[in-house]
């Protein structure tokens, strides 16, 4: 599969035919058996690949940074006239009737939707399994996970079935089907990309953020994503930010990326490694020592409130969900079964047939965690933890550019392995929902495999310098590939 550098070069020079790329995608998603799709756009992606091969002429063009890019969009981000069900039969059927922000930047940059893809429902898992939808699989192995809860994406993208992808990450979203699936994934620091148009699950820690094959487009499309954006108030706007210049700096420079890494100060908290496999254990101190040898310092750190991370992003995560799926009551929009009767029997009715059994166990949770009584045991003290592990993170930052550690303690799972057994599944996300609570970026990057399965190293940087993390990352890549 080609990258998406090589295709817009391809596009613009002529070598590369639009229309035909995408025909040769569609044929292998339709005769796939990893379900990563829920909704295509086949009609309309080919006739915009139609247009996009004819506008070679047109003046403008080359200046599209995504030019005839087949992306896959997560089912959480909104798409003007294709159906986003967020893989909840609560939400089939609905067509929204706008685009997110990023969307519309991608269209502004001449990228083509393939298509919505497969996710845990509302964002709600680890392994893409509560989808209404069915489970997605790994590309790697048929009988496991891709990871979640953006796995649709990250299969894709490994299975080349989209060349790059659109995920969104609360508390490892985005890294985990990055890591079990072998690819790229980055985490955005808690405001850099706009948020108008993606369904929340719990706002407070949630992004949208790039999937690919290559630290390069994931660069570049993080680029596209990370357009200003009035509408979306939490959006940090950051000074002179021509996010071109911001976020590509390092790779337009001048130097090797040897030199970019040399005199890099690395943090490896000890306990991220704790409950790693040996493999992934092995894979990621000799992801430390490739650093080493191109100039880079590492030293070993504490970090003491971690233990207490996914305990406190669960009740911020489901407390927050509580209050933001109030929304979904098939009065305006949605599933909608029966007779109507009075409001309250009709909106049980609904929410009972059209949420699944992990999302409405979140509803509960987070509504008595938020309850009067239990809110400042629960709900508040979860808060103060979070702003803990947050000062954590940034003392650790201070003396370090970035810290390095497994993504995932294991490859992945089986499926059905940890589905049935809902707190065995959450203590999955031991190592990524941290950098939710904290705030910062991360990316994870393929760093070996084990039993032929990827295993995915993270790479966390300080908020805002999502340059620094891709530039460690892209010199990683550039010496092991
Ligand atoms: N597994 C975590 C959860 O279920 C994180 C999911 C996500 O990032 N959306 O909350």
Redesign the pocket.
């Known amino acids: 599969m080609r990258t998406a550098i090589e295709v817009v070069e391809g596009i613009k020079s002529g070598a590369i035919s639009c229309e035909e790329l995408l025909s040769k995608i569609y044929e292998r998603i339709e005769k796939s058996e990893l379900n990563c799709y829920i909704t295509l756009n086949k009609e309309n992606a080919l006739e915009t690949a139609r247009d996009v091969d004819k506008i070679r002429e047109d003046e403008g063009f080359e200046r599209k940074k995504l030019l005839g890019v087949p992306i896959a969009i997560k089912d959480s981000i909104s798409t003007k006239g294709i159906q986003t069900t967020c893989a909840s039969k609560i939400l089939t059927g609905y067509v929204p009737p706008y685009d997110a922000t990023v969307i519309e930047a991608l269209k502004q940059e001449g990228a083509i939707i393939i298509g919505k893809t497969n996710m845990?429902e509302f964002?709600?898992?680890?392994s893409t399994e509560t989808s209404y939808y069915g489970a997605t699989k790994n590309p790697h192995d048929l009988t496991r996970v891709p990871g979640?809860?953006s796995g649709g994406s990250a299969a894709a993208v490994s299975a080349g079935e989209a060349v790059i992808a659109l995920g969104?990450?609360?508390?490892?979203?985005i890294r985990?089907p990055a890591s079990f699936c072998g690819v790229v994934g980055l985490k955005t620091t808690y405001g850099f990309v706009s948020r108008y148009g993606l369904i929340a699950?719990?706002n407070s820690l949630?992004q949208i953020g790039p999937i690919a094959s290559t630290v390069t487009d994931t660069a570049l499309l993080l680029e596209v994503i990370s357009a200003k954006d009035e509408r979306d108030s939490t959006q940090i706007k950051i000074k002179n930010n021509a996010p071109t210049n911001y976020c590509f700096s390092w790779r337009n420079g001048t130097k090797s990326e040897s030199e970019e890494i040399k005199g890099m100060r690395i943090g490896v908290p000890k306990e991220f490694l704790e409950g790693a496999s040996p493999a992934v254990k092995k894979s990621v101190w000799a992801a430390v020592h490739t650093f080493e040898d191109l100039g880079a310092t590492y030293e070993e750190i504490s970090m003491q409130n971690l233990k207490y991370a996914l305990a406190s992003?669960?009740l911020i995560?489901m407390s927050e969900a509580s209050s933001n799926l109030a929304r979904f009551d098939g009065l305006r929009y949605g599933l909608r079964t029966g007779k109507d009767e009075d409001w309250h029997t009709t909106f049980s009715r609904i929410r009972g047939e059209g949420f699944g059994e992990e999302v409405k166990r979140r509803i509960i949770l987070g509504t008595y965690a938020l309850s009067a009584g239990y809110y400042g045991k629960y709900y508040l003290k979860a808060l103060k933890v979070r702003t803990l592990i947050k000062r954590e993170f940034e003392d650790a930052l201070k003396t370090h550019d970035i810290l390095a550690m497994p993504t995932m303690p294991f490859v992945a799972f089986k499926l059905g392995e940890r589905i049935k057994d809902p707190l065995y599944l959450?203590l999955a996300?031991v190592n990524?929902?941290s950098i939710?609570l904290a705030g910062v970026p991360s990316i994870s990057v393929p760093c070996g495999f084990s039993n032929n399965l990827p295993i995915g190293l993270q790479l966390v940087g300080k908020h805002f310098e999502e340059d620094m993390i891709l530039k460690a990352a892209y010199g990683y890549e550039q010496n092991v590939s």
């Open positions: 845990d964002c709600m898992g680890t979640g809860s969104s990450d609360t508390g490892g979203s985990c699950y719990a949630e992003y669960y995560a959450y996300d990524t929902v939710n």
